[in-house]
Structures are given as C-alpha cells and as structure tokens.
C-alpha cells in the first residue's frame, strides 16, 4: 500500500474514532450545554466495564450494550441527584461533573486497581481490499462511529423527540412556555449523552490498555473536537473537529514526529479559536 493512500485512510478512521469518543460530550455540551468535564470518567467506566463482562464470559456485543447501558444509569442518576439543579448556572456544572470525574477515578482504582488490563480484540487481523488494507476491527468502529453520527442526523432532524431538543437548545424558556418538558428533555439529552461515552469507551478498550486514566486521553481533545467543530453543531462540527484535531495529526506525523505534529494540530485548533471563536461551524 502507497504510503499517501495509507496515511489518508488511517487519518480517515482516526476521525471516525475520535467522532466517537467526542459525540456524548458534544451531545451533552452541545444541545443542553452543561460542560461535562466527567466525560472521560464516563469513558473510563465503559471501557472497564467492558473488561469486566468480556472477562466474565460475556459475549463482547452484549457487553458494550451492557457497559454503555451502564453508564447511562449513571449518568442519569448524576442528573438526577445533582446536575439538573444547577442547569442554569454553567460553572457549577463544570465543577460538579469534574468532582464527579475525581470521584469516579478514585472509586475505579478501589474496585478494580490500577493495573493494565486488556480487552481481547474481537475481529483481528486486516480487510484487503485490493489497492490498500483496513485494520479490521479499526474500520468496525468508523462505521458504528458514522452509523451513530447518521442516526443521530436523523433523530435531531427528522423526529419529534428531535425538534423538541432542538427548540431546547435554541430557548429553553420559549420552549417551556410551549409545554414542552424541560427537565425531562435535559434527562434524556443527558442520559443519551452519558450512553454514548459508555459505548466509545466499550469499543475503544480493545484498541489501548485500560487503566483509570484512559479517558484522560480523550477528554481534553474532545473538548477541542466540539469547539473547534463548533458548539451545538453536533453533527458536521464534531466531524470536522475530529478532523482537525485527530485525522491531521496523522497527515502532519507523514513529515514530521508525533510531538511536533501533535504540537502543530494544537497551535492550529488556537488559530481556528483565534479567528472564528465560535468554531468552524457557526450556530444558526
């Protein structure tokens, strides 16, 4: 395989995985904007569920399902008991969900340590596909990845529940004045939210090591991934996002090391932020 038409493909898939690991951030910040900075515990508590299902016997597609589902009863029970009484006030939430992100780190090396576990890998091996060759279980994930990102198109344009969230993200007070539900819309943005970090964390635990800290990899870059998209455009802000802060590095490591490409991704989301603070993609 041709090194550009490698590089170009791995950037592709890295996108479709950072995607996935920025979507449940971008859902939650996005349409409700509470700043979930324990978007990376979220992650951290799926990828470790995962490793506790798969090591109990469990069938590795049922045990996503059961990890994300997991998280989700966690992240509800967190709106539930604390966040949705402060949806007006931004800073409390940020330090709350960071409180929480603290307290979830410690409970995890309580329960399960801080030794590097290992998720096996469910599809080893490449796909062939003549001209270049795809990392089999890499290119599962950039379709879940896509597949989710459409059928989140299609919830957010296409459907009642869709509308509703959209109104609330425009106006939360108009929108109540028209009766709409606003502390069961936040649940539910929220609990979708926290089931989506769940499920980038299930399915991103074969591909690194897992440890407490797994989500800190991406918390920080999913943060650039959703500013620099743009806040509140969930769907092409979170792809371009990805782009620009995962799939480039890779475009830029083809001339340079991975510190400095790591470095000129980042001087490049602060130039984007520098000269169009709302993101690559305006909110209309």
């Keep these: ?11 592709t898939l890295i996108t479709f995985v950072f995607a996935l690991a920025a979507l449940g951030l971008a859902v939650i910040f996005g349409l409700i904007g509470v700043i979930n900075m324990g978007h990376g515990a979220m992650l951290t508590l799926g990828a470790y569920f995962t490793w506790f299902a798969t090591t109990s016997g469990v069938p590795f597609v049922l045990a996503i399902v059961l990890a994300a589902g997991g998280v989700c009863v966690i992240g509800v029970l967190l709106e539930h008991l604390v966040i949705r009484y402060f949806y007006d006030r931004p800073f409390e939430t940020l330090l709350l969900t960071w409180g929480f992100f603290l307290v979830a780190t410690e409970v995890i090396k309580i329960v399960f340590g801080t030794d590097l576990r290992t998720v096996e890998n469910p599809l080893p091996g490449a796909i062939d596909a003549g001209v270049f060759v795809l990392p089999a279980y890499e290119s599962m994930v950039a379709v879940i990845s896509f597949a989710l990102l459409a059928a989140l198109g299609l919830i957010l344009f296409n459907t009642t ?13 108009v929108a109540s004045l028209l009766g709409l539900n606003i502390g069961l819309t936040y649940k539910w943005v929220f609990g979708v939210g926290s089931f989506l970090a769940g499920l980038a964390g299930a399915l991103i635990s074969p591909m690194l090591s897992v440890d407490p800290y797994i989500g800190n990899i991406f918390l920080v870059r999913s943060f650039f991934v959703v500013i620099v998209g743009g806040i509140g455009q969930v769907l092409g802000g979170t792809l371009i996002g990805s782009f620009l802060i995962g799939g480039s590095e890779t475009l830029f490591a083809l001339f340079a090391g991975q510190v400095v490409s790591q470095t000129i991704v980042f001087a490049l989301a602060i130039m984007v932020l520098r000269f169009r603070p709302s993101g690559v993609l305006r909110a209309r």
């Design 1 to 11: 395989m041709s090194t550009p038409v490698s590089v170009l493909v791995d950037a």
């Design 161 to 173: 529940v869709g509308i509703k969230v959209r109104a609330l993200a425009q106006n939360a007070e």
